[in-house]
């Protein structure tokens, strides 16, 4: 069971940037997807960004579509969420996963096997 730790969390104010990390235990299956949600305070978790590793392909919420990038370093088993231009409205916990269920499309939450502990991101206006 690999185990996943996200990193990068932080307070920043609106127009900001931030970059959140996940690291894996181990190497990363192929097959899987590399996706990210978030879950705002009375919200439910939705998936903002997933990237298909066999078509390298990424797909993005439109909320955040042109300022969040999804991208992968193999070599230190580890994904990243590059979020630049932050919105009050992109404050939440954020998730990272490992989903064996990988469609090109926007990750579901029945998609994912594994799930990072999450890392808080605050973006004040």
């Known amino acids: 069971q690999p185990q996943l730790m996200e990193s990068g969390g932080d307070s920043v104010q609106a127009g900001g940037s931030l970059r959140l990390s996940c690291r894996a235990s181990?190497?990363?299956?192929?097959?899987?997807?590399l996706d990210w949600f978030r879950q705002a305070p009375g919200n439910e978790r939705e998936g903002v960004a997933r990237?298909?590793?066999?078509?390298?392909?990424?797909f993005y919420a439109a909320s955040v579509n042109g300022r969040f990038t999804v991208s992968l370093d193999r070599a230190k088993n580890s994904w990243y969420l590059e979020m630049n231009n932050l919105k009050p409205e992109d404050t939440g916990m954020y998730y990272c996963?490992?989903?064996?269920?990988?469609?090109?499309?926007?990750?579901?939450?029945?998609?994912?096997?594994?799930w990072g502990q999450g890392t808080q991101v605050t973006v004040s206006s």
């Open positions: 181990g190497v990363i299956y192929r097959g899987y997807c």
């Open positions: 990237y298909d590793q066999k078509s390298g392909r990424t």
């Open positions: 996963t490992l989903s064996p269920i990988c469609g090109e499309r926007l990750p579901r939450r029945g998609d994912a096997a594994h």
